[in-house]
């Protein structure tokens, strides 16, 4: 059983562009959430999604920062317009979504520079 | 919200030592993992452990969730062991992992 994969392992992105962080949960898994961890800190919530709904984006930016999790499909992260303040990695994880209690499974995560 | 505090946030054993990382946290929690990140930034889980007691190899964890904390034990200190050392709590009625800041370790040989 594959873990959680995330897609590209490195990015780099000059000021103005977008990237697209994608993430495919361990197989049987429903739910997924995205984590930023800035240099030297520790990470931080993004979102949660479920299969087609975000139910809780309380930790995105308003601006710049979308996040959807397809029927079919991995989740991808998307951030507009990029900047320097963005480089970070981007850690995904999934759980299954059958109890309250349920270990979150970490990716390897997506290292974006920014330029 | 949660508050998540680790000590020491910096730790140099020599290889063989053995060490004791601690995590408090201000709320009753759903869920606790502690989590190693190695030096190339990979994370992998150590323990899921909401409360009790679990072993595995040299690393032992037991969180005491009445009194609001919990503790990682290594024994045995290997380099590879190096790396940063984070704790994450799941508040309860949330789904979000809060983060502590995490305890840096050398381990040196």
């Known amino acids: 059983n594959a873990g959680v994969m995330q897609n590209p392992r490195h990015l780099v992105r000059r000021r103005g562009q977008e990237a697209r962080l994608r993430c495919s949960p361990m197989?049987?898994?429903?739910?997924v959430y995205w984590y930023r961890q800035l240099p030297e800190e520790g990470l931080k919530f993004m979102v949660y999604?479920?299969?087609?709904?975000?139910?809780?984006e309380s930790g995105m930016p308003k601006e710049r920062f979308s996040a959807e999790f397809p029927k079919e499909g991995p989740s991808i992260l998307r951030i507009q317009q990029v900047v320097r303040g963005d480089s970070a990695a981007y850690f995904c994880?999934?759980?299954?979504?059958?109890?309250?209690?349920?270990?979150?499974?970490f990716g390897p995560g997506t290292r974006l520079l920014v330029l | 919200g949660i508050q998540v505090e680790q000590s020491p946030p910096d730790l140099i054993l020599q290889e063989g030592a053995n060490s004791t990382l601690r995590c408090n946290f201000s709320?009753?929690?759903?869920?606790l993992q502690w989590f190693h990140q190695n030096p190339w930034g990979q994370l992998i889980n150590l323990f899921y452990?909401?409360?009790g007691t679990k072993q595995n190899g040299r690393l032992s964890a037991t969180t005491v969730a009445t009194e609001r904390y919990s503790l990682l034990y290594i024994s045995s200190s290997q380099t590879t062991d190096s790396g940063v050392y984070f704790c994450?709590?799941?508040?309860?009625?949330?789904?979000?992992?809060?983060f502590g800041t995490g305890t840096r370790l050398k381990v040196l040989a």
């Open positions: 452990i909401p409360s």
């Open positions: 197989k049987g898994h429903s739910h």
């Open positions: 999604l479920q299969k087609e709904n975000i139910i809780d």
């Open positions: 994880a999934s759980s299954p979504g059958l109890a309250v209690q349920e270990t979150q499974y």
């Open positions: 994450a709590v799941e508040g309860s009625g949330t789904y979000k992992y809060i």
């Open positions: 709320d009753s929690v759903n869920n």
